[in-house]
């Protein structure tokens, strides 16, 4: 046996353990986690006291630019979106699951494919 193949086998034996669902469900675990914490937050903001007239617009936007320009507030932005993005998606497939639809291994490839490139947007837009 060549050096080559067994280097390839020495691989295969190590993932052979490997699993991807731990790090989905610690996507998902984050997720939640960010929104249960941030989202009210961002509803009181926009949903209660910019309409009620409680904060000034245009105070509001320039504070929102502000923040949104720089890299810390960048970065905060990029993580709440990004995974509640893979929160959803990993809700979305193990819903298929709530209802006794065992889907095949190309809808979750398509279902984390949604996350990964809505996060890969996210990013492009922010950065």
Request: aromatic content about 16%; hydrophobic content about 55%; some cysteine.
């Amino acid at each position: 046996m060549s050096n080559q193949v067994k280097q390839k086998c020495k691989f295969a034996e190590r993932m052979e353990g490997f699993h991807i669902e731990p790090f989905l469900w610690g996507l998902f675990g984050n997720g939640g986690t960010i929104a249960a914490i941030m989202f009210p937050v961002v509803v009181l903001l926009f949903g209660i006291l910019l309409p009620m007239g409680l904060y000034d617009p245009a105070n509001f936007y320039d504070n929102l630019h502000t923040f949104s320009n720089n890299i810390i507030g960048k970065l905060i932005i990029f993580t709440l979106l990004a995974f509640n993005l893979w929160h959803a998606c990993h809700r979305v497939y193990h819903a298929t699951h709530d209802f006794k639809f065992h889907p095949p291994l190309w809808v979750k490839v398509m279902v984390y494919g949604v996350a990964a490139a809505g996060s890969l947007i996210v990013f492009n837009l922010l950065f």
